[in-house]
């Protein structure tokens, strides 16, 4: 595999030091660039140093403009800032990989239309298990059908400002793929006060946050008489990292598209 060039922004961030260290660590990757926000103290320090690693002879910078060319940016910050990344990167022809979670509807279209020319992955989550835990939910949905109850279930730390997670989303939407319905038709997001009794074949969600929780996802599939569960457990966030790095170096080598993970790791029929 060829080595790729990557400008990896938000570079002080918790994922941003996590990514820079992925960079750092792969046998493929050269860190082109590193940035931040206008204004974030860590601008001017070494992205290397500030990941942990040695040197990497790149410094933080707050004008995207300033890095060098590369083949890939890796974007997880927020969603006004990825907007403002991904014209930059359409501009220069550069793939991206998006980590960042919490468009609304009309960031998404905005995203899209930006990147309509560009080799791009989108992936709510990097892992490869939870990747895999994706295609057993959609399998098991068919099997299962809307006889099981299903619900999904999430945790992360107390930082995380979107929920449901955008992998409880993509856990959703697997399921309701499974079941040949789409997911806004059938899922509740939350409940409280007098819901009325569960409607048969809807999808529900549950939410907690605190603490250093890293990430945790699980599907219920839930009958009278058994009960089956998809259960992820996140316990380092290099894991989202190196499938990011990884996602990287597959996308340096496809021409336009919109892939995810799933193409990544060829878990696609
Ligand atoms: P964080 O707040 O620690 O890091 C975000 C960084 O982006 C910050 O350092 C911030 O200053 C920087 N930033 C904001 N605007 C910027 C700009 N215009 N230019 C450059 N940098 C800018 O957050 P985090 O925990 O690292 O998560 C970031 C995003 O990644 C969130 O949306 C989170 O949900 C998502 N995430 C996705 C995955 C996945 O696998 N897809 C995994 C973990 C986190």
């Not at 001017?44 to 707050?62: C, K, N, P, Y």
């Not at 949905?141 to 989303?169: R, W």
Request: net charge negative; proline share 1%.
């Amino acid at each position: 595999m060829k080595q790729i060039r990557v400008i990896v922004v938000g570079a002080s961030g918790r994922m941003g030091r996590m990514l820079v260290r992925a960079v750092a660590e792969s046998r493929h990757g050269l860190l082109a660039g590193a940035t931040e926000r206008p204004g974030s103290e860590f601008v001017g320090r070494d992205a290397g140093e500030l990941a942990g690693v040695e040197t990497l002879a790149v410094r933080i910078v707050d004008d995207i403009n300033a890095c060098a060319d590369a083949d890939v940016l890796i974007d997880f910050t927020a969603p006004a800032a990825t907007l403002k990344h991904a014209a930059f990167a359409a501009g220069r022809g550069m793939g991206m990989v998006i980590g960042t979670t919490g468009f609304d509807a009309a960031q998404m279209q905005q995203l899209r239309d930006t990147l309509a020319d560009s080799p791009v992955i989108m992936a709510a989550n990097y892992s490869v298990g939870v990747n895999l835990a994706l295609s057993l939910i959609e399998r098991a949905a068919q099997v299962l059908g809307d006889d099981y109850d299903a619900e999904i279930f999430e945790a992360h730390h107390k930082h995380k400002v979107d929920a449901p997670s955008g992998t409880a989303l993509a856990m959703g939407k697997a399921l309701a793929a499974g079941r040949g319905v789409a997911l806004d038709d059938v899922a509740v997001l939350s409940r409280e006060g007098i819901t009325g009794v569960r409607k048969a074949g809807s999808i529900g969600f549950s939410v907690v946050r605190g603490g250093n929780i890293v990430g945790e996802h699980q599907a219920m599939f839930i009958a009278d008489e058994e009960r089956i569960e998809i259960h992820h457990n996140a316990s380092d966030r290099m894991v989202f990292a190196r499938g990011a790095v990884r996602a990287a170096s597959w996308l340096s080598e496809q021409s336009t598209g919109w892939y995810d993970m799933q193409d990544v790791l060829g878990l696609k029929a």
